[in-house]
């Protein structure tokens, strides 16, 4: 049986964005908001994907292990506030190496699918980037754009977005009341 989800982006979404890579864990900084968006989506018991481009690893600027490491304290951090996240999917490639994971292409999101049972249909996708909302409108997720990180980057002609709010916060509550 499917289910619905909520793939969120990560970089400018649940941490704050960082024009230079993040590179080291202290470089990781949650979001003002993510605590309590991580604790709504918990009692809302939806599935969370995180889905992010790390080109940081393919260009050397970090590696797989530091990566990993956020990861873990990330799911860590989201469990302690009831929120389950099964599932971090990454994509370390540079854009020019024409990978088919890179956001907006599909095999993150369609990799965590099948492992978790996961169904487009009535799932979200919560990002920043006119990446992100390139890859929902692809794969029919409902788009919510937030403000922060790259959310005020021009979107390409013809990909819509349900909503736009101010933070990841927002864009929880919001999902919160369209369930």
């Not at 907006?104 to 799932?123: D, I, N, Y």
């Not at 919560?126 to 409108?137: I, L, N, T």
Request: hydrophobic fraction near 40%; charged fraction near 25%.
């Amino acid at each position: 049986m499917s289910r619905a989800a909520v793939f969120l982006d990560r970089d400018g979404v649940i941490n704050e964005y960082v024009r230079e890579y993040v590179r080291t864990v202290d470089d990781f900084v949650l979001q003002t908001g993510a605590a309590e968006a991580f604790r709504l989506l918990g009692r809302l018991e939806l599935p969370i994907v995180v889905v992010t481009n790390q080109s940081g690893i393919g260009r050397g600027y970090t590696t797989r292990e530091i990566v990993d490491e956020i990861h873990r304290g990330l799911v860590e951090e989201a469990a302690r506030q009831g929120a389950s996240i099964v599932s971090v999917e990454v994509c370390p490639h540079r854009p020019d190496e024409g990978c088919r994971c890179r956001k907006p292409g599909p095999a993150l999101f369609e990799r965590a699918a099948a492992a978790h049972h996961l169904s487009w249909e009535g799932s979200w996708m919560v990002g920043d980037s006119p990446c992100d909302m390139e890859a929902a409108a692809a794969l029919g997720l409902r788009a919510v754009r937030v403000r922060t990180g790259r959310g005020e980057e021009p979107l390409p002609p013809g990909v819509p977005v349900e909503v736009t709010t101010d933070d990841f916060l927002s864009a929880c509550r919001w999902i919160a009341g369209e369930r």
